[in-house]
Each structure stands twice: as structure tokens, then as C-alpha cells.
């Protein structure tokens, strides 16, 4: 038998549970693997609450882990028992002791990457991985806003903009969390919860605004998000931290500059084995050189999924928040 999270019916941190299940044999193409640390990520708290939907109920709950592989399934070829894994993807279930997931999703970890740092890491790390490298190609010099910056994503982003030689403009709800923006290397930061986020971009940059603008936090800011971007400029939307981005007319694309606007997600990004392994061998690679720490702020135990839920919907949360199991 083994622990894990579950769901019934969407709704508050309440509707979690710790169950006991009997853990069935990896089928073909699939591994088990044994987590020793899980990732806590804001997808986590759509799927509960129902804005993404669960394929069923009753659901498991996660899909990032770092661990060792437990059992193999028939024709897995990359992966053998005892193998020190990672993944980001797959069918949700990671909040758990352990987890069945297709052999394609999980990569080996390399030895000097610890397991709580590859939990902290795999989904907002890969996620930074292909918004700045594959979305938009950033190759030094650009300026651009991150909503979030001192968030899970943030802090990777802000660390990663940095190492391109790119100017991150940070928002964020406090002076702490402006303090660490800039620490992990933001240019600057605004206070989206004081402050006119379009004046001082404009402010900063000059007047110039800027060459891309990533928002994950959604209805709040999609409008601003427009106006600091430059004409013929890219927004990219790949989240709904205050609730989902709907009714847009597209005129408005128009009306602010003759704007590009992509609505991706690492799935889509990372939707072979072979482009998964290639983005994790970038993010491994700026991991061992230094160049980005995952700062895991916050550790919960398993059991406490629920509460650790709630710090990272009620903004509470720094950087990166693993489960314990
Ligand atoms: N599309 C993709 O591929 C993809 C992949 C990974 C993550 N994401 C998205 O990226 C975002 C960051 O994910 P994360 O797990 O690293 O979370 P996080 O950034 O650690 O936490 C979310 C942050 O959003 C900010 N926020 C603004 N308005 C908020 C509101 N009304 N309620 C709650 N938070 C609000 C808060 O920072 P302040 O207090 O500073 O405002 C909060 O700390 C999420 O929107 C997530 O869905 C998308």
C-alpha cells in the first residue's frame, strides 16, 4: 500500500485526502517511480478547483516529482530500477509515495541535481525553458515585464534572464518579495499592487516599452500587459494566477500596436521524448553551471497538501514549494 493525495469532487483545500491505495504494476511503457520530493505548482490548484477538469474523479493530484525508479514497465529501454529520475508531465497523481506515469515523461537526473531541487524545478524550470528560449527567442539585450517575479516561475525566470543578458522588469505584491526578484536578478521591479505598472515601464525603459511581456497571473493584468509591450510586439499568456483571461476581442490586438499573442503550455512545447530530454538537458546544464538556484522556500509533508495549496493561492509563497511524502 502507499499514500497519495486525492480528490472526489472539486472545490477548497478540503476536498483533499490522504488515502491509502494498492499501487498496480507500471504497464507497457510506463515506470514507477518512488518519489523522494513532489512539486507543488499553481496547475495543481485549477485542477482542484475545477477550472482545468480532471479526466475523472476520483483524481489524483500533481505532476511534478523527483525520485527513484521503483518498477518498469514492458518495453521501457531508457530506464531500469534504481535509476534517479525527475519528471513534469503526465497523468496527475505525483502528489504521492508513489507514481505510474509513461516512461516518455520521466528523465534521469544527473548526480550533482539533489531530488528537492529537481521537485522544485522540472515544471517551472522547463516552463522558463521554453518561454524564453523556444516561445520567444531571447539572445541578450531585450527588455521584457514577468508578472510573478518573485513566484515559483519567477524566481527561475528572473535568475535565467539574467545569464542571457536580458532586462527583466519584475512585478510583485511587496518589498520582500521586490527584494528577491532583484537578488535572483530582475533589472528592476514595480509594486503591481501600488504602482501604475504602464507608467513606469515607460519610466524605465524610456519610453521604448517592451519586446515581450510574460503573464501568468491573467484577468488582472491583461490589459496592462498589452500596454507595455511595443508595437508589433509579443504577449505571452500562459496563466491564470487571478482567474482566466476570457471575452477578448481581438481589435484590441490592433488597437495597441499590431500586437502577436500566444496562450502556449510545456506541454505543447515538450510533446516528444526527444524535446523533452533536450529542454531538461538545458535546464540541468544552467543548474550545474550556477548560474540558476532553485530556493525552496516552503516544504510541506504530504499529509499537508491542502495547507500548502492555500500559502501559494493566498500569495504567501517565495520561490519554490515541494511536498514531502
Ligand atoms: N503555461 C504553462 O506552461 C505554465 C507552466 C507553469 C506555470 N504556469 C503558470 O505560471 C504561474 C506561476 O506558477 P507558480 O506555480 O510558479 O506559482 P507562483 O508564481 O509561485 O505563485 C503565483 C503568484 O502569482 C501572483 N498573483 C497575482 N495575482 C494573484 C492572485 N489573484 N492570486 C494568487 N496569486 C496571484 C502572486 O505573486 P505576487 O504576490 O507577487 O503578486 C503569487 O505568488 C501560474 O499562473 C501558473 O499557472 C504556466
Redesign the pocket.
Known sequence: MAKRIQFSRTGGPEVLELVEVSPGDPGPGEVRVKNAAVGL???DI?FRTGLYPAPSLPSGLGTEGAGVVDAVGEGVTHLAVGDRVAYAQGPLGAYAELHTLPAGKVVKLPDGIDFETAAGCM??GL?VQYLMRQTHELKGGETILWH?A?????SIACQWARALGVKLIG????PE?AALAEKNGAWATID?TKEDVVERVRELTGGAMCDVVYD???K?TWETSLDCLKPRSLMVS?????GAVTGVNLGILNQKGSLFVTR???NGYADTPERLQAMADELFAMLESGKITIDIAQRFPLAEAGKAQEA??S?Q?TGSTILLP
Do not use: H
Open positions: 505548482n499553481f496547475i485549477y515544471l517551472k516552463t510573478a518573485a513566484g515559483g516561475v519567477g512585478t510583485v505584491s511587496s518579495k503591481y501568468s497571473v491573467g488582472d500562459f496563466g491564470n494566477a487571478s502556449p503550455s510545456l501559494l493561492a500569495r509563497t
